[in-house]
T-cell receptor
């Protein structure tokens, strides 16, 4: 399985600011995703991070709020922009392995005050 | 909502007992995956079962899949206190390009 790291592991931010979360994989992967887990809830897909092109967003998520970069096959960033307390969540990146298994990073726990 | 359902929402058992969690979903799938999450941390991949498989084992884990009923179950045998966690099922729908839809999760407490 791929080894996935995320930075930062947690952060506390003021409303109105932005935070960029990094996701690094130890091998080249085609499919990479970003998910959000709100407090006490399950995971919801934010977007597919496409290498060399714009991310594909799910219903309810927009590029202005969650800009994503994917400059190569091992790295992606997710920015949470103009944050409000409702954005307090765990943000996780994931990658798909050859057999279809999807592995997740350790998550970034974001608290917005 | 496209989210799957899991039951029970919470389960409390004694160490050594078996724990069974159920997952229902709504669409045709390529595969179904089970994950464990400890205290709001990252997800640990437990097992993947494909749509043409009916049962799969991994150590103390047994997963079944019934595509006619659109349901799956996860059985943990001889549970340990370290199995205390939240468990999620996630489905990869047939035309979804690996996008996962997660169930609501089961919180398992194994009492020592």
């Amino acid at each position: 399985s791929a080894v996935i790291s995320q930075k930062p592991s947690r952060d506390i931010c003021q409303r109105g600011t932005s935070l960029t979360i990094q996701c690094q994989v130890d091998s080249q992967v085609t499919m990479m995703f970003w998910y959000r887990q709100q407090p006490g809830q399950s995971l919801t897909l934010i977007a597919t991070a496409n290498q060399g092109s714009e991310a594909t967003y799910e219903s309810g998520f927009v590029i202005d709020k969650f800009p994503i970069s994917r400059p190569n096959l091992t790295f992606s960033t997710l920015t949470v922009s103009n944050m409000s307390p409702e954005d307090s969540s765990i943000y996780l990146c994931s990658v798909v392995a050859g057999g279809g298994e999807q592995f997740f990073g350790p998550g970034t726990r974001l608290t917005v005050l | 909502s496209q989210q799957g359902e899991e039951d029970p929402q919470a389960l409390s058992i004694q160490e050594g007992e078996n724990a069974t969690m159920n997952c229902s979903y709504k669409t045709s799938i390529n595969n179904l995956q089970w994950y464990r999450q400890n205290s709001g941390r990252g997800l640990v991949h437990l097992i993947l079962i494909r749509s043409n498989e009916r049962e799969k084992h991994s150590g103390r884990l047994r997963v079944t899949l019934d595509t006619s009923k659109k349901s799956s179950s996860l059985l943990i045998t001889a549970s340990r206190a370290a199995d205390t966690a939240s468990y999620f099922c996630a489905t990869d729908a047939m035309d979804s390009s690996y996008k996962l839809i997660f169930g609501s999760g089961t919180r398992l407490l194994v009492r020592p």
